[in-house]
């Protein structure tokens, strides 16, 4: 027999009212909080029900008010610690683009450097070999001319003396100082002096004049050649020179740009490190919240739906024992008949 049934006339006390009445709501919304409270009230005094049903009712508020509480703090902390992640995520993903830029950037310095400096390295070693032939061939010119000039020095004074004696050859006399006829054959006149082979002296002194060519001929050539190979190296060396110097400069430049990216991508990585463990504190919050926040078996505009409905029929049941104490002589009476229901 329901309560609507006993307000029809159907015998019942406050009691019996109260639970009937909070069995159904129990039922109804499957609160287990009703129906434990409907069979506690079976066996507790009926003086003990108005209070357990206040007492309940205070208590659902209290739980109501610190929910909200806890909800705000929850959909705080949730919000703070989602952010804490979005803003670490965002970062980490900025500074791996940036990261990877700088990685190609030191990549591509490193391998700049390596063709300078291995460019350079043959520079000095071509400068150095060229200084080295240079030293050699200018040695062995100035060997021929040293050795020419001697000859041509020892040529022309061979040549003066043979053209000296010549010279005077011919003009020699001899006087007799003894019996002629007794004199061995000279291969010249009586009275006549040796005057030299001066049919023979022009070919000897027209050799030694080719000889004498060749000399200077050699000293000549050998000293041309020489200015032309200094002037070669002088230029081979400006050039080598300059190449090497701009090569040095682009290489300081290069490794002033490589230390930066190297400290750009240390620091970059210190940061990435420190967002890396940033995300993981607040993935961690997350996951500290889920059971409090998340995981407790239905939503927040659930559990307050489910406590409001328990509150109503808790009030509901206050409300049937208020009638039953207003209204002494029963639910039957004219005044419980027109009261309203609860």
């Given at each position: 027999?329901?309560?609507?049934q ?23 919304m ?26 309940l ?32 995520a965002?970062?980490?993903a900025?500074?791996n683009?940036?990261m ?9 310095l ?18 150095a070999?060229a200084t ?14 040293k ?28 006087l ?5 006829d ?22 000897i ?15 000549k050539?050998?000293t ?9 190296y ?8 300059m190449?090497?110097a701009?090569?040095?400069v682009?290489?300081?430049e ?27 504190t ?11 926040c998340?995981d ?26 208020e ?20």
């Amino acid at each position: 027999m329901t309560f609507l049934q006993q307000r029809s006339g159907g015998p019942a006390t406050a009691k019996e009212a109260v639970i009937d009445v909070l069995r159904t709501e129990g039922n109804k919304m499957k609160s287990m909080l009703l129906l434990r409270l409907a069979s506690q009230i079976a066996a507790d005094p009926f003086a003990k029900v108005k209070k357990l049903i206040q007492e309940l009712i205070e208590r659902l508020l209290a739980e109501a008010a610190a929910e909200a509480n806890q909800k705000g703090w929850c959909d705080k902390s949730i919000g703070d610690a989602e952010q804490k992640r979005t803003y670490a995520a965002e970062e980490i993903a900025a500074l791996n683009a940036e990261m990877a830029k700088l990685e190609a950037t030191r990549d591509k310095l490193n391998e700049e450097l390596a063709i300078l400096e291995e460019e350079i390295a043959e520079l000095k070693a071509a400068r150095a070999k060229a200084t080295k032939i240079r030293a050699i061939e200018k040695a062995e010119n100035e060997e021929t001319i040293k050795t020419a000039e001697e000859g041509l020095s020892a040529i022309e004074m061979a040549m003066d003396i043979l053209t000296k004696f010549y010279k005077t050859a011919a003009k020699a006399t001899v006087l007799a100082q003894g019996p002629m006829d007794d004199a061995p054959d000279s291969g010249f006149k009586s009275g006549e002096a040796y005057t030299g082979a001066q049919g023979s002296s022009t070919g000897i002194i027209g050799m030694m004049e080719v000889i004498k060519s060749d000399f200077e001929r050699t000293i000549k050539v050998t000293t041309e050649e020489e200015a032309k190979a200094q002037k070669e190296y002088e230029k081979f060396m400006t050039e080598t020179g300059m190449d090497l110097a701009e090569k040095k400069v682009a290489e300081g430049e290069k490794s002033g740009y490589l230390d930066d990216t190297l400290q750009k991508l240390a620091e970059a990585q210190e940061k990435l490190d420190s967002e890396s463990s940033l995300l993981k504190t607040a993935i961690s919050e997350l996951i500290e919240l889920q059971p409090a926040c998340v995981d407790t078996g239905m939503s927040y505009a659930e559990r307050v739906a489910l406590r409001e409905s328990e509150i109503e029929g808790l009030k509901k049941a206050a409300c049937i024992l208020e009638n039953f104490e207003t209204y002494k002589d029963g639910p039957n009476s004219k005044e419980a008949t027109q009261f309203g229901p609860c």
